[in-house]
């Protein structure tokens, strides 16, 4: 790992560099690759002295998320790692993606700690440093660029700086960005301990409290069910009675929060870690100021029903790092990165929303009991599942690129392409981060040599059913230019209308010979 620490940095002062990202979570680390593959030097600002992670955290990768992976050429490390599941739901119901037109339909359960693993070993490939040991502990910024202050004294001066440092973001609250949203009516402890007692049953258990939960951290997933270890250290949730504390909890804080939920605390000893997480909603009123940038959880907060904490986090990356290496490659203007807000923060509008509401379907009272069990009849009819299922999935999400054909502004499926020299996957042609045209009909009429520097054009077939998982069989283009970050730019319908256009607006004006 190409870490910046210790004796060997310790002489200098004002290292430079074009982006410097805080926080080398799974947004960070995956935006530093995103970039990295664009060729823009980036440095990564980590206060961890390592990767190693205590505790568990996010359990997992939903399906749009390892289709990211995918189109990045290294979704199959995850997959290596991690167990396939049908874990996807809504307020306690869980669907099952099988039926849905994607390579991946399904969840994948891997621990946080193995997802920033591999992500870190990515990043090492791509020759990114990582500053380790150090926070960001403040900035200024002026018309070309940010002098970054670290908190062992050195400064870094980058052209632009991206917050990717958690909901208690310095960079956000340095940058004077309004986080506005609702306080916490539940509080949660998640740990990993010991336990001297084994307790009589594993899993979840919901009450009027809260929601509750144990399990082995090391476990199976068998014909769909979680079969966990027979040792090995425990997984802990559980709901505090009180909501509003502020200070880092403590072994006591669990044992007293295990005996109030459990009549005992099974003799709960050596944690790893023991963290605080509570049913706040809030979200950054703006994702940019000047120069400076916020992702992930510095850019939004929710409860984490559903899971959808870390998925997001790693779209906001994917959204952001194309146009930011634009932006600094001169390819396109820094206007670009507007589109960056517009596009996401609806995304991250909607995620609050659906996680709000799948917390307050798991009260415990009769009456909403009763609607929980109304909405879970509509959600097993088909195509209200098909559309929640989508929509947790991350495989729904559509960003306004204006009027046209449904394909615009959705994710390009996987589809398996016919060229002269072979098979060819979509995702495969995305493996480099570049944007492509792809060329379903007739060659003539789509010259684009002004943008062959940025834009790879492929001819191809492709004699299949199109079909989208939120909407279903759509009419076959003829052609479709495709973002680097797999979503649809432009759909042509015989004629290359508004392709200019879509060039221009997405990949920089054209060259001129």
Known sequence: MANLDGPDVGARTRDEHAVIIAGGGPTGLMLAGELALAGVDVAIVEKRPSQDLAGSRAGGLHARTIEILDQRGIADRFLAEGQKAQATGFAGVHFDLGDFPTRHPYSLGLRQNHIERILAGWIDEL????????????????????????????????????????????????????????????????????????????????????????????????????????????????????VGQTSEPTLGDLSAALIAVYGTDYGIHSPTSISRFTDAARQAASYRQGRVLIAGDAAHVHPPDGGQGLQTGVQDAVNLGWKLAQVIKGVSPDSLLDSYQAERHPIGARVLRNTMASIVLRREDQRTKALRD??????????????????????????????????????????????????????????????????????????????????????????GVWDLPALGPVAAPTAVLIRPDGHVAWVGEGDRSGLAEALGRWFGPPTLS
């Open 127 to 242: 020759k990114a440093p990582i500053y380790r040991g150090v926070e960001v502990t403040g900035f200024a910024q002026d018309d070309t660029g940010v002098d970054v202050e670290l908190s062992d004294g050195r400064s870094l001066r980058a052209r632009y700086l991206v917050g990717c440092d958690g909901g208690r973001s310095r960079v956000r609250k340095a940058a004077g960005i309004a986080f506005p949203g609702s306080d916490p009516t539940t509080s949660n402890l998640i740990a990993v301990a010991e336990l001297a007692e084994t307790p009589p049953e594993w899993g979840v258990r919901r009450d009027a409290l809260g929601t509750h939960a144990l399990g082995r951290v090391e476990y199976e997933i068998r014909d769909g069910e979680i079969v966990y270890a027979d040792h090995g250290p425990v997984g802990v949730l559980v709901t505090e009675q009180q």
């Open 374 to 463: 109304i909405l879970a009849e509509l959600l097993g009819m088909d195509e209200p599942r098909r559309r929640f299922a989508a929509m947790q999935a991350g495989l729904d999400i559509h960003y306004d690129l204006g009027e046209g054909r449904p394909l615009l502004g959705r994710r390009m499926p996987d589809l398996e392409l016919v060229t002269e020299d072979g098979p060819l996957r979509v995702f495969t042609l995305l493996h480099d981060a570049r944007p492509v045209l792809l060329n379903l009909g007739e060659a003539a009429g789509l010259d684009i040599t002004p943008w062959t520097d940025r834009v790879r054009r492929i001819d191809a077939r492709y004699e």
